[in-house]
């Protein structure tokens, strides 16, 4: 869709037509839910199919791709049970990048969008994260040269890379670009910082251990009460760490989503490579017990909180996004602990466990390196990814990443089974002998109870959206207009937003009519890159047949006012669809002039 006077003229008269019509738009408190994205373009508004999209990475033994598959040649198991394979096609990124690239049109005047078109690199969508937030700041330091090391070395012609970093919040250092000035200028610009969750929990590991269970004699003695002491610092670190733990991993997860929202609109497959230091699967608490029993062991361990169900939840959003990660720990050379990277855990009989059974396996306190190696290992084998240890594979993953995003299979079914809230397994299996596949591990079949608990997620990730300097999201697209009012002691600034209807969900309203529920946000941020104000309304319009056959036609059009005095500003602006929980966000600069 061109953007011209005759396009925003067919706006103006949308906008009539639904107010003649009838049609009320009406507003309600801020609130989004949570459903899976199935990732396939629909021909009109989106409605409640479950697809499954699985990208297929197949090599021979030489590791080279095997081509000229077909449906014929997979089998897919879903919870052990065959599934109907409804699609298998050979992708190429280059093709669909250059197809969704030549759908650019110069924008007019005063016009942005989120178009994925204008946001798709010309190959595999790479994106870096350095992640400050789980990673001490020495080895921040060194993922920082090893990525200005590659970038000088070996970073390839027209290769294309985003840089994102992760402190306690996303920011996007770099949009995807090949120049290797702009790519070194974003990694340089990441300066190590401090992560207090990973500082306390520092003091919790560095605390002396008590090497055996005080006698229960009843007698006290100055050795007896220092140890006292000491068991009460433990166990008061020990909470410490508990709670910046569980509030790291839900920054973390929250990243996880607000990157599947940021290429969520990108076709094709994407890879993110994460380099992070730590990554924890559960939180932990000593037991110490003072009566002589054969249980008085002070450094057996409990469970307090497992995070496996959100990790897996997490990494079904990211591979129907189809976002693939590649986890580089940025520990260094510090030898492989565990099996390969397609593997959780191995028991000693050689059983393969995984999830609160390898946890408990472990017995180690929270932050261990086995056990963090595993979470990574787990984020990257579900995603289709793969998990890289040794300090000299920083250029491996990426160039694997490049790799695998070139050219792969996308398979496609359809589940029998209704949405029940559960983890469902996927494998997918190639009659080729000798080929090996790398392909996601499953999917989280979201209801609609699991929407409402993730209300409050959801809040967050839309925050987090609409802030200065976070990634753009492609979920839902739109174009938007903002054009500069007369200059004015306080000026009144109109946008006026037309939304893709094809990336938006619809409800059935009964009699042939829908409804619709979406959210527009407006954030203005001023020079100095803090918020000078914002506009946020949701509005819930049930359209009547032919009101909705035209909005499929033309778009669904707002208007959003809000005032602001002379300045220059940054706008954020942004799209939620309520059903769905996708998001949409753009930005553009406006600057104020004052009365003369």
């Known amino acids: 869709m061109k953007c011209s006077k005759s396009w925003w003229q067919r706006i103006r008269v949308l906008v009539a037509t639904i107010s003649l019509a009838g049609v009320t738009f009406a507003l309600s408190?801020?609130?989004w839910a949570q459903e899976q994205n199935s990732g396939v373009p629909a021909p009109a508004v989106r409605v409640s199919v479950r697809l499954v999209l699985v990208d297929a990475i197949v090599m021979d033994n030489a590791g080279k791709l095997v081509t000229g598959l077909g449906a014929q040649d997979f089998t897919v198991l879903e919870d052990g049970k065959p599934q109907k394979v409804t699609m298998v096609s050979f992708e190429q990124s280059a093709e669909l990048a250059r197809a969704l690239?030549?759908?650019?049109?110069?924008?007019?005047?005063?016009?942005?969008?989120?178009?994925?078109?204008?946001?798709m690199p010309s190959g595999a969508p790479v994106i870096v994260l350095?992640?400050?937030?789980?990673?001490?700041?020495?080895?921040?330091?060194?993922?920082?040269?090893?990525?200005?090391k590659y970038l000088d070395k070996q970073l390839q012609p027209g290769q294309q890379f985003a840089v994102y970093t992760l402190a306690r919040s996303l920011k996007i250092l770099q949009d995807f670009t090949d120049d290797p000035a702009l790519l070194k200028a974003a990694v340089q610009s990441f300066n190590p910082s401090v992560s207090m969750e990973l500082q306390i929990a520092d003091v919790d590991q560095r605390l002396p251990r008590l090497s055996g269970a005080?006698?229960?004699?009843?007698?006290?003695?100055?050795?007896?009460?220092a140890t006292m002491f000491l068991q009460r610092m433990q166990s008061f670190y020990e909470e410490q760490t508990n709670v910046v733990t569980d509030a790291r991993v839900g920054m973390t997860l929250t990243a996880f989503r607000g990157i599947a929202q940021a290429v969520t609109g990108l076709p094709g497959r994407k890879s993110l490579i994460w380099v992070s230091g730590s990554f924890p699967l559960a939180t932990y608490s000593r037991i110490i017990q003072y009566s002589a029993d054969s249980n008085n062991d002070p450094n057996r361990v409990r469970i307090e909180n497992l995070y496996e169900d959100k990790l897996r939840e997490t990494d079904s959003i990211l591979t129907d996004a189809r976002v693939a990660v590649y986890a580089v720990d940025a520990r260094g050379l510090v030898g492989e602990l565990l099996g390969g990277a397609e593997d959780q855990g191995v028991s000693k009989a050689g059983t393969l466990v995984g999830g609160a059974e390898y946890a408990q396996s472990l017995q180690?306190?929270?932050?261990?390196?086995?056990?963090?190696?595993?979470?990574?290992k787990q984020v990257a084998g579900d995603t289709g990814g793969k998990f890289f240890i040794n300090q000299n594979e920083l250029d491996h993953s990426v160039a694997l990443s490049v790799q695998d995003g070139?050219?792969?299979?996308l398979l496609c079914y359809s589940p029998e089974g209704k949405a029940d809230g559960k983890f469902h397994k996927i494998e997918v299996k190639v009659n080729r002998p000798g080929a090996s596949v790398r392909s996601r591990r499953g999917y989280y079949a979201g209801t609609s109870d699991d929407q409402a608990k993730t209300t409050k997620a959801r809040d967050t990730e839309v925050g987090m959206a609409m802030q200065y300097g976070s990634p753009g999201a492609t979920g839902v697209t739109f174009d938007a207009r903002v054009v500069p009012p007369s200059p004015a002691a306080k000026a009144k600034v109109g946008v006026d937003f037309i939304v893709d209807p094809t990336t938006i969900s619809a409800a059935d309203g009964g009699g042939g009519s829908k409804g619709l529920a979406l959210e527009f946000h407006v954030a203005a941020y001023g020079a100095d890159r803090k918020m000078a104000t914002q506009k946020d309304v949701a509005i819930k319009p049930t359209l009547k047949p032919a009101d909705f056959t035209r909005i499929q036609q033309q778009g669904l059009p707002y208007h959003v006012d809000l005032e602001l005095p002379p300045g220059r500003y940054t706008l954020r602006l942004g799209v939620v669809d309520q059903h769905s929980g996708i998001i949409g966000t753009a930005e553009m600069p406006l600057v104020l002039e004052g009365p003369q």
Do not use: C, I
């Open 364 to 376: 180690l306190a929270s932050g261990s390196l086995q056990e963090t190696q595993a979470t990574m």
């Open 214 to 225: 005080l006698p229960d004699s009843g007698v006290r003695s100055p050795n007896r009460d």
């Open 406 to 409: 070139a050219a792969y299979y």
């Open 29 to 31: 408190s801020a609130g």
């Open 101 to 119: 690239r030549g759908q650019r049109a110069n924008m007019p005047p005063n016009v942005t969008t989120n178009r994925p078109a204008y946001r």
């Open 130 to 148: 350095l992640d400050a937030l789980n990673t001490p700041v020495r080895d921040q330091g060194r993922a920082r040269m090893e990525m200005l």
